[in-house]
């Protein structure tokens, strides 16, 4: 059976919340070692309009380019791969991203990524898993289908095979819908051996951040995109994909009003005119739209220059923020007495993060790669603060630190010491699969702060920090310019759907080797830093 677009399988969560449900002075440059190799351009993405994205996709996306792909990989007769994205390097070399099906159905843990040379000569492969598949796809017992749930937002079971884990299997796969206890909208994909029933892993998918001027809660006074002329102008941003942002005023559920404005002087900088959040939530998916631009030369979260809804003031007292691949949109909520909304630069960075995540590797969201997926959004947030470099909100390595999330004055997450929050890790543990994935992507999040900064204690832009290592060692960072070319070329070309700890120290390794030389200061720099994080 051939599929279509809209049939193909996505491998990640389809939406993913900011926090767990029920969260000596610098610059902008802090950190960046003034040794090491220069990046060689080359490895870095090559700047790509989303036409020229499309041509490319769709040239790697013909049934001879699949076909001699699928036999080199020594796939079976019943595997086919479906092209979801590709990457072009400077120097040429691409980076063919494929989901697969198997007699039809989609494949779970299926996902590889093809890399080649500029000739098209194939250079390697990443892999999610290595099991070959050979299922009896004709056999799943009707008492063994789960019964199809009735909140809204449920689908009904679909057959698929599953190769997340261990032995490819004929599995049952169905999307739980409804709320879940924090608020939040609740699609929780539930996968079931078709044969005798047992759950094999469930995942949610909600992941859990004209020109005019708006006066901002978090970022003080900014520029706008926005559209309309004629005393009606409007929070959609054209020169970023069709960036919108929209009022749900209190709903959950729709796709929100439009803002519009007669002046188009937005807000007030206070969270008691509804305009002030739709000001920070717009002006942050501006800055992390120009960073991925700016940086990596991708256009739009998905890089095809398509832009992403914005949504604020969702549900009453909901403090959290979620993407959701749904609607391709994040949506946040305004917190505590509706007095915070969870819309500064960070935040905003982080959720459109995970569509970026959604759209490459995707990571499930469930154990380590679910940790890894969480860091990857706060990893790439403060990212983007350090090069917004806004003053009133000043670059740090904190996340959430304006939102006074618990009402003490403290950040959401500290990166160079993840377990001050109470829960995260700052280390690796054989049972870290096991912890949510809020508190996991900790010791991702510290390796980050090592690779960047170093340990011990320093201040940068007026925040202290103090990092230690697993293993007593002193650590030098290398800038967190070199550190996030690292983990961006990782995360989008090398990271697969089952991704773990272990995995992502090889493939960060692997991206410092292609960026700067092989078995150079900087391969050194993130083998130290995994080390230092008990990743060995």
């Known amino acids: 059976m051939k599929l279509n677009k809209k049939q193909r399988i996505s491998a990640l969560a389809a939406t993913a919340a900011l926090v767990a449900a029920g969260v000596t002075a610098g610059t902008a440059n802090a950190g ?45 007769s019943k595997e086919a791969l479906h092209v979801k994205d590709v990457i072009k390097n400077q120097n040429g070399a691409t980076h063919v991203r494929y989901e697969r099906t198997y007699d039809g159905l989609p494949v779970i843990g299926g996902d590889l990524v093809v890399h080649k040379d500029k000739s098209g000569k194939r250079t390697g492969v990443s892999r999610s898993t290595s099991e070959k598949i050979a299922v009896d796809t004709a056999s799943a017992k009707a008492s063994a289908k789960p019964a199809t749930p009735r909140a809204e937002g449920s ?10 884990h261990g032995k490819p299997v004929l599995a049952w796969e169905t999307v739980h ?16 051996d078709a044969t005798t029933g047992k759950k094999l892993m469930q995942y949610q998918g909600i992941e859990t951040a004209e020109e005019g001027t708006g006066a901002s809660e978090y970022s003080g006074s900014v520029k706008l995109s926005t559209s309309g002329s004629n005393g ?34 937005w807000g007030t900088g206070k969270p008691d005119n509804d305009q ?28 095809d220059g ?13 403090a959290n923020a979620f993407w959701d691949d749904s609607c391709f949109c994040m949506t946040y909520g305004d917190g505590e007495d509706n007095k915070k909304p969870l819309t500064s630069v960070d935040v905003t960075a982080h959720e459109m993060t995970h569509g970026v995540t959604s759209s490459t590797s995707g990571l499930e969201y469930q ?15 403060a990212a983007v603060e350090f090069h917004v470099n806004n003053k009133k909100d000043v670059p740090d390595y904190l996340v959430g630190e304006q939102l006074n999330f618990a009402g003490d004055g403290k950040p959401l997450r500290w990166m160079d010491k993840p377990s001050r929050d109470g829960n995260s890790l700052d280390n690796w543990s054989k049972d870290a699969g096991n912890v949510d994935v809020h508190y996991s992507s900790g010791i991702a999040n510290h390796f980050f702060y090592l690779l960047s900064e170093g340990s011990g204690k320093k201040e940068i832009n007026g925040v202290k920090y103090d990092s230690p290592t697993a293993d007593n060692s002193k650590l030098k960072g290398i800038g967190i310019k070199k550190a996030q070319s690292i983990w961006f070329k990782a995360l989008t070309e090398n990271f697969t759907a089952n991704t773990d700890y272990a995995d992502a120290r090889k493939q ?4 410092a080797d292609d960026l700067y030389g092989k078995g150079g200061a900087e391969s050194k720099a993130v083998d130290a830093a995994w080390k230092g994080v008990n990743v060995k």
């Open 508 to 511: 960060t390794i692997k991206a």
């Open 232 to 265: 009606k102008y409007t929070l959609t941003d054209d020169s970023r994909g069709g960036n919108k942002t929209l009022n749900l005023k209190g709903s959950e559920n729709g796709d929100g009003e439009p803002y519009t404005d007669a002046d188009n002087k």
């Open 276 to 303: 002030t959040a739709a000001v920070d939530a717009h002006y942050g998916s501006a800055q992390t739209w120009d960073f991925y631009k700016d940086v990596f030369k991708r256009k739009g979260i998905a890089g």
């Open 306 to 318: 398509k832009g992403a809804p914005s949504r604020v003031h969702y549900g009453k007292n909901y």
């Open 155 to 164: 689908k009904a079971p679909r057959k698929v095979v599953f190769a997340s």
């Open 32 to 76: 960046q070692s003034a040794g090491g190799s220069a990046t060689p351009q080359g490895a870095m993405p090559a700047p790509m309009t989303a036409s020229a994205h499309a041509k490319l996709v769709k040239s790697a996306d013909t049934e001879a380019a699949k076909s001699a792909d699928a036999k080199a990989l020594g796939l079976g």
């Open 367 to 381: 154990g380590e790669s679910g940790g890894l997926n969480e860091a990857s959004s706060d990893i790439m947030a």
């Open 177 to 192: 819908g409804g709320t879940q206890k924090s608020g939040a909208p609740n699609r929780l994909h539930v996968f079931t």
